[in-house]
């Protein structure tokens, strides 16, 4: 069974630009969590989707992130225009939304805004 | 809200010995789970170990352990026979099992480094 995957797993971006991260979950998950730990914090939740829709998007930072589950698959997080606080790690996780609830992870984006 | 607290911003241990990685959290829900993730160098997290909070046994998978302690809401987790490839990020995170909402909450973290 695949894992979580990721993409792209580096993005270099100039302030201003727009990026847009993928997250493929396993097959099956219809929960779907995207998170982001900044260079020395914590991991912070940003949102969660069940299959197509959004559950809780109460961790997303501001409107530059859009966060999209089209058919209930894979999403997109897109950040437009990026700053310089935006760079970290973005991870992506699924679950089956039983419990335990356990999040299986993916590898993260790691996205530098210069 | 849900708070996790891991007190240890790294440590050393060696290999083929035993380690405890400390973990506290606050919560005001009853009924939640705990878990450990493991982050090596490559980035990747990946699911250790969890536990329920109505769990009365403590939580074990292989190696790793997970010291339950409700009334003094702690969570450690032991990594016993430390191998070199233990070496890594430990993060303790917490669940509130809710009807909705199920995100985790991380501690900051502890590094471990296994010395040969």
């Known amino acids: 069974e695949a894992g979580v995957t990721q993409f792209p797993s580096h993005s270099v971006i100039e302030k201003g630009q727009t990026v847009t991260l993928r997250c493929d979950p396993i097959s099956g998950h219809d929960n779907l969590y995207w998170y982001r730990r900044v260079m020395g914090k914590e991991i912070k939740f940003l949102l969660h989707f069940v299959k197509e829709s959004k559950q809780d998007e109460s961790g997303m930072p501001n409107n530059r992130f859009l966060a999209e589950r089209t058919g209930g698959t894979y999403s997109t997080l897109k950040v437009q225009p990026a700053e310089l606080e935006d760079s970290g790690v973005y991870f992506c996780a699924s679950s089956t939304g039983q419990v335990p609830y356990e999040q299986y992870f993916g590898p993260g984006t790691r996205l530098t805004v210069t | 809200a849900q708070k996790i607290t ?25 009924s939640y789970g705990l878990f450990w993730y493991k982050q090596p160098s490559s980035g990747e997290m990946i699911f250790l170990i969890y536990q ?23 969570a450690n987790l032991v990594i016993s026979a430390s191998q070199l490839g233990d070496s890594a990020m430990y993060f303790c ?24």
Not at chain 2, 56 to 71: D, I, M, P
Not at chain 2, 93 to 99: S, V
């Open chain 2, 6 to 30: 891991q007190t240890q911003p790294g440590m050393f241990v060696q290999e083929k010995e035993a380690v405890t990685l400390d973990c506290t959290y606050d919560t005001s829900d009853q």
């Open chain 2, 93 to 116: 995170a917490i669940l509130p099992f809710k009807a909705a909402g199920n995100k985790l909450t991380f501690g900051g973290g502890t590094r471990v480094l296994v010395k040969p």
């Open chain 2, 52 to 74: 329920g909070s109505y769990d009365e046994q403590n939580a074990t998978e292989g190696r790793y352990s997970l010291n339950f302690q409700k009334a003094r809401k702690s």
